[in-house]
């Protein structure tokens, strides 16, 4: 299982971000995708998760009605559209992926497989 998130940078309180973790087909197809975070000396944190097959969507707290997950199987991408950013959100965001047979979470440590992040800096 092979995931790239991409699309971070420099953004102000306020603005938008959309990242993309690409994954394969197969992959899409048969893991649910979570989206985390790790802040500098803090813990990494679920963010948000897609299971595509279902079609369900799960939000940490925090998130929840600032963030949106979706995910394209055919274009082998799932992305976190996120708004109202604030510099709390400031972390190197990640995306990975375990067997869809056990479904979503937002715990991070369940996830076998994930690859390199983007960092997300929200500053003025």
């Known amino acids: 299982v092979q995931l790239q998130a991409s699309g971070g940078g420099l953004v102000q309180p306020g603005g938008s971000l959309r990242l993309s973790c690409a994954a394969s087909?197969?992959?899409?197809?048969?893991?649910?995708i979570l989206w985390f975070r790790q802040a500098p000396g803090q813990e990494r944190e679920g963010v948000s998760c897609?299971?595509?097959?279902?079609?369900?969507?799960y939000y940490g707290n925090s998130m929840r009605g600032r963030f949106t997950i979706s995910g394209d199987i055919a274009g082998d991408t799932v992305y976190l559209q996120m708004n109202s950013l604030k510099p709390e959100d400031t972390a190197v965001y990640y995306c990975?992926?375990?067997?869809?047979?056990?479904?979503?979470?937002?715990?991070?440590?369940?996830?076998?497989?994930w690859g390199r992040g983007t960092l997300v800096t929200v500053s003025s």
């Open positions: 990975a992926a375990r067997s869809s047979g056990v479904g979503c979470a937002l715990f991070p440590s369940t996830f076998p497989y």
């Open positions: 897609i299971d595509l097959r279902a079609d369900r969507t």
């Open positions: 087909r197969s992959t899409l197809e048969n893991y649910v």
